[in-house]
């Protein structure tokens, strides 16, 4: 099995301690993780020009050629993020705009997906109110919907703003690695 983790914090705080965690649950299973740094990459942002609407793929080439090919082969797709404004980082969502491709090779050029993929939520919010980041999760959901996969399990720490993660949160991001 593979996992590719899809990273979308400009720094390894506390996002990474908990992606971290949850990482070594699933290597402990033998799972080979893939671990991207999505702000190191180069991508450009969807123009809407249709292009995806008759062609597999995507008119640009950038780092985002990398990203279909690796969801393609995963078996686990993970986004990791910390909050910002209830939603994933701009890296990310600029990878999550670029991915109609995908959804448009299932639902419009009806090219099937034969692999049925699981999908994991890691995030961090600095306040407390969980109310907060609920679009966050639906961004995910569609995200991963066009990925062919379903959301199995949202890994979350609130309140980082005041406190740093640390014990149980870890551990409990490392046993939901060895279920998923």
Do not use: W
Not at 153 to 168: K, P, Q, R, S
């Amino acid at each position: 099995m593979k996992a590719l983790v899809l990273f979308g914090s400009p720094r390894r705080g506390n996002t990474y301690k908990l992606t971290e965690s949850f990482k070594k649950g699933l290597e402990e299973r033998n799972i080979q993780v893939e671990f991207i740094d999505v702000t190191k990459l180069n991508i450009s942002h969807c123009k809407s020009c249709d292009f995806c609407l008759k062609n597999k793929g995507c008119i640009f080439k950038d780092d985002m050629e990398q990203i279909y090919t690796k969801i393609y082969e995963s078996d686990i797709i993970v986004l990791a993020s910390p909050v910002y404004f209830g939603t994933v980082t701009s890296y990310l969502k600029v990878l999550i705009d670029r991915c109609q491709p995908l959804y448009n090779r299932r639902f419009v050029l009806n090219i099937e997906d034969k692999v049925k993929r699981k999908g994991v939520l890691i995030f961090t919010a600095g306040r407390k109110n969980k109310k907060m980041v609920d679009a966050m999760e639906l961004v995910a959901k569609y995200f991963l919907f066009s990925c062919n996969a379903d959301l199995n399990e949202v890994i979350y720490c609130l309140n980082t703003d005041e406190n740093d993660i640390e014990g149980a949160i870890l551990e409990t991001a490392y046993e939901r690695a060895l279920r998923v």
